[in-house]
């Protein structure tokens, strides 16, 4: 399940995606300012979308599942949105908006090791009669992504088309976005969660079987 404050990742500044976080990331913006980030111009338009694939490919299966057919739906969604791709310390972060400005984004898909979550950037100025939306910040809400099915539910559905109405710069009428990668920190959480160890009798000692952990089955076990 991912973790409440996933959703408060903000694209709020041009250069990087501020982490508003309430205590326990309170220092990300200070560790992440720091990272030696792999600059936009590195990174032809050609080659993002192999990019952007490789950072997908760091999470667990199912979680890859999750952001690839959100990405899928909002593509739909949003057809002339410009993606900004984030592969940061803490979260990966596709924002979807009208232009390649960051505080400009409407809405973002975060990942990390725990999960996959949908962020409203000023959500807590949406109408939530549903009470679908979590976080208690000025400005980010969020919603999770146990699957991306959860983006065809009529009040998620609701809330992404009046995000986009409430936009501040309108999404272009015709065309297609870019994908457009912002920032790589050379240093990261692990995007997935550590095997854990567990029980093998697989280690014959004598006479006897040794009980031996393992955070990998290997053949015969």
């Known amino acids: 399940m991912i973790d409440k404050d996933i959703g408060n990742e903000e694209l709020a500044n041009e250069n990087l995606p501020i982490l508003r976080q309430d205590k326990r990331l309170a220092v990300a913006e200070s560790q992440v300012s720091h990272m030696a980030r792999t600059k936009p111009n590195m990174i032809k338009p050609s080659d993002a979308e192999e990019h952007l694939q490789s950072f997908i490919n760091k999470f667990e299966p199912k979680h890859q599942q999750v952001i690839r057919a959100a990405r899928k739906t909002l593509r739909k969604e949003f057809p002339t949105a410009t993606e900004l791709v984030y592969d940061n310390y803490n979260f990966f972060v596709i924002g979807f908006g009208p232009t390649e400005r960051p505080s400009d984004c409407i809405v973002s898909i975060s990942a990390a090791a725990n999960g996959v979550g949908l962020c409203f950037i000023r959500g807590a100025v949406l109408p939530d009669p549903a009470q679908i939306l979590i976080g208690s910040g000025k400005q980010a809400r969020f919603i999770r992504l146990p699957s991306a099915e959860v983006l065809t539910q009529p009040e998620v559905r609701t809330l992404l088309s009046i995000a986009a109405e409430r936009t501040r ?38 006479n006897r079987v040794a009980v031996a952990t393992h955070a990998y089955r290997g053949p015969g076990c």
């Open 169 to 206: 710069t309108p999404l272009p009428i015709s065309g297609r976005g870019r994908l457009v990668i912002r920032s790589v920190s050379t240093k990261q959480r692990p995007r997935r969660k550590p095997s854990k160890a567990y029980p093998c009798l697989c280690i014959e000692t004598g």
